[in-house]
Nanobody
Framework: QVQLVESGGGLVQAGGSLTLSCAASGRIFRINAMGWYRQAPGKRRELVAGITSGDTRNYADSVKGRFTISRDNAKNTVYLQMNSLKAEDTAVYYC???????????????WGQGTQVTVSS
């Protein structure tokens, strides 16, 4: 199994910045992609940003130019630098990893427990 532990959430004023981190551990053969999703109250979970092992990145339109995703493959860690935060960015942010636990195994989808980000206006 793969465990994901997020950190870095909190309360910040609009216009401020936060950096989220997510470290993967456990039985890991290869992590194909990692990403961040968020879910606001009453809304569906949505992709915020993703990054592949080849460093291809994609972002939700709502965060382009403000958020940056990066990855340290040696540490199995993904980061989300969030700048110019808005009240509408308030949500629980979840880390996701698409990974294999063995060379012959199937690709699994793993989730962290979530970290709250609250942006006050």
């Amino acid at each position: 199994q793969v465990q994901l532990v997020e950190s870095g959430g909190g309360l910040v004023q609009a216009g401020g910045s936060l950096t989220l981190s997510c470290a993967a551990s456990g039985r890991i053969f290869r992590i194909n992609a990692m990403g961040w999703y968020r879910q606001a109250p009453g809304k569906r979970r949505e992709l915020v940003a993703g990054i592949t092992s080849g460093d291809t990145r994609n972002y939700a339109d709502s965060v382009k130019g403000r958020f940056t995703i990066s990855r340290d493959n040696a540490k199995n860690t993904v980061y989300l630098q969030m700048n110019s935060l808005k009240a509408e960015d308030t949500a629980v942010y979840y880390c996701n990893a698409v990974a294999m636990t063995t060379a012959w195994g199937i690709v699994g989808d793993y989730w962290g427990q979530g970290t709250q980000v609250t942006v006050s206006s």
